[in-house]
């Protein structure tokens, strides 16, 4: 399939955002060039400006307005390990970023549907890499529960978009679109958990 144009990354993000719909997400693939490089770029670009926020925000504030995530390197002394964080994430943001689609992509031919990986790419990234970015603004600017209260709703709000996406990439019905996004959901829930007692358990031996 040939590359559509390249509309700028403003208006697809608007549109996914503001016109929820089979009708304006099929209109987007049609005209927009959906290559894997394109969503792939977006997570590592918002990744790295969510990493880079705190810092900037500090300094453009002359130390005044501390970001949760910058308030524990400068209690920690640890600005070392947090650029190599930034870095590390901005590299493996479009590496877990693919392994999502893989896995929504996979979910979706289980429920018998037939579509490209790039166009379901193309809508997901489309839907969350904002999400990156204004997250870390909310925590910068919210208090903790205001911040995990609107996340969250953000959350529901983009598991509905990615929901529209798989419904328009794989033609399948509400309801197995909407298992697919659930089930993927458990998934990556299930693996951080596990990552996470892993680590409280290296960390209770030593």
């Known amino acids: ?6 509309v700028p990354w403003y208006k697809i993000w608007l549109k996914v955002y503001l016109q929820p719909s089979e009708e304006s997400y099929q209109e987007l693939l049609s005209r927009c060039d959906t290559r894997m490089r394109r969503p792939l770029v977006w ?3 918002s990744t790295g400006i969510a990493a880079a926020f705190p810092l900037f925000l500090f300094v453009l504030t002359n130390g005044r307005v501390v970001h949760p995530d910058l308030e524990r ?3 920690a002394g640890a600005w070392a390990l947090y650029v190599l964080g ?5 590299a493996l943001s479009p590496l877990i970023f693919w392994g999502i689609v893989r896995a929504l992509d996979g979910l979706a031919r289980e429920m018998g549907g ?15 890499a904002p999400l990156i970015v204004v997250s870390t603004l909310i925590e910068g600017v919210l208090g903790l529960f205001m911040s995990l209260v609107l996340e969250l709703a953000l959350a529901f709000f983009i598991a509905f978009l990615i929901t529209i996406g798989i419904r328009t990439v794989y033609r399948l019905s509400w309801w197995r679109s909407a298992a697919v996004v659930l089930i993927c959901g458990a998934l990556l829930f299930g693996a951080l958990l596990l990552v996470l007692c892993s680590l409280a358990w290296v960390i209770a031996r030593r």
Request: proline letters at 3%; zero cysteines.
């Open 1 to 6: 399939m040939p590359a559509g144009k390249e």
């Open 43 to 45: 997570m590592a670009t």
């Open 73 to 75: 390197v400068l209690r």
């Open 86 to 90: 930034g870095v590390l994430a901005v």
């Open 114 to 128: 037939s579509g490209s990986t790039e166009h379901l790419a193309f809508l997901v990234g489309a839907a969350y």
